[in-house]
């Protein structure tokens, strides 16, 4: 599933509301995602605090915001753009591909987060472009792994 130009300006558009409260909704939505499905603490059984808005889901939240800001600024080109994230992760944190399964769960909570916080923006539009926005972030974060 490929982005239209008119997706691309709606993420843009989008992500220019969201960007300023970036930290906070990453949290939000790492922390729904290990209370809705708490199968997925397995991944971040290294953490000592799994609470809602403990310090390791706020830093952690935080940088998973920057990777979806950078993904944003480089939209035209996800898998060349993201290529450095995706050999992080493959190469350097050795990320298990089966933990990208967790990323579509991120990518519910982190819409639904979304639609919560900007319940007059998060219109349907909105909302297609942004699933297939981050279902194109997860595949091209797994890149090296194929």
């Known amino acids: ?21 970036a930290e906070e909704i990453g ?8 209370v809705v499905y708490p ?6 059984s290294h953490w000592k605090d799994l609470s809602p808005g403990s310090a390791p889901l706020r830093k952690h939240g ?13 939209i035209d080109d996800l898998t060349a753009g993201l290529l450095t994230l995706s050999e992080l992760h ?7 591909p089966a933990n990208f399964k ?17 319940p007059d923006d998060f219109t349907p539009e909105v909302h297609v472009a942004m699933d297939k926005f981050l279902s194109a972030v997860a595949l091209a974060l797994s890149e090296k792994y194929r």
């Not at 199968?39 to 971040?44: A, G, I, S, V």
């Open 62 to 74: 935080k940088t998973v915001m920057s990777g979806v800001a950078e993904a944003v600024s480089k």
């Open 90 to 96: 493959a190469f350097q944190l050795r990320v298990d």
């Open 39 to 44: 199968q997925t603490k397995t991944y971040f």
């Open 1 to 21: 599933m490929s982005l239209t130009a008119k997706n691309k300006d709606t993420v843009k558009s989008f992500w220019a509301k969201v960007a300023p409260r």
């Open 102 to 118: 967790a990323s579509r769960i991120l990518s519910h909570n982190l819409l639904v987060v979304l639609a919560i916080q900007f």
């Open 27 to 34: 949290t939000d939505a790492l922390s729904r995602m290990l």
